[in-house]
């Protein structure tokens, strides 16, 4: 199964390079130097944050950490990869759509590895200010709803 993640991974970072070093529109978007926190309820319930670093137009790298508050306290850091679609959807300044993969270190006395897959969107309430709706899947991403601080 991590074999799987990892060559998915792989083919999406692959077409995600080729559209942004082959795109004809030269339009800058920079999604990076933004902090975002999400916070998720429910059986899941925890609070996490990354901060996004632009590696091109239309894909960010983001160190991240996870802290769950239902059952047991478990802490999970990682790193996680964003393509967002925003060029090739000709999506507005106010919003962003992206989908992804993270590797997470699950801090639980095991320290397990696991690959997750999510996607998301901001709507920018500001140049500063977004709220954000992020699902995922997978032992150490369960999505929420957050805040973006536009750095």
Do not use: C
């Not at 925890?46 to 996004?52: D, K, L, P, Q, T």
């Not at 160190?63 to 239902?70: D, V």
């Amino acid at each position: 199964m991590k074999n799987s993640f990892k060559l998915l991974f792989i083919i999406v970072l692959s077409l995600a390079l080729s559209n942004s070093i082959s795109a004809q529109d030269n339009k800058s978007t920079d999604h990076g130097n933004a902090l975002n926190v999400f916070v998720s309820f429910g059986h899941n319930t925890a609070i996490s944050a990354n901060y996004e670093i632009n590696l091109s137009n239309d894909i960010t790298f983001a160190p991240e950490a996870k802290i769950w508050f239902a059952g047991v306290n478990e802490i999970a850091l990682g790193a996680r990869a964003d393509y967002y679609f925003d060029r090739i959807m000709n999506l507005s300044s106010s919003w962003d759509i992206w989908a992804g993969i993270d590797g997470s270190i699950l801090i639980d006395g095991k320290s397990d590895f696991y690959l997750n897959l999510h996607a998301g969107v901001e709507y920018a309430l500001s140049s500063k200010w977004g709220v954000i709706a992020e699902f995922g899947g997978g032992k150490a991403t369960s999505g929420g709803i957050g805040i973006a601080f536009h750095l």
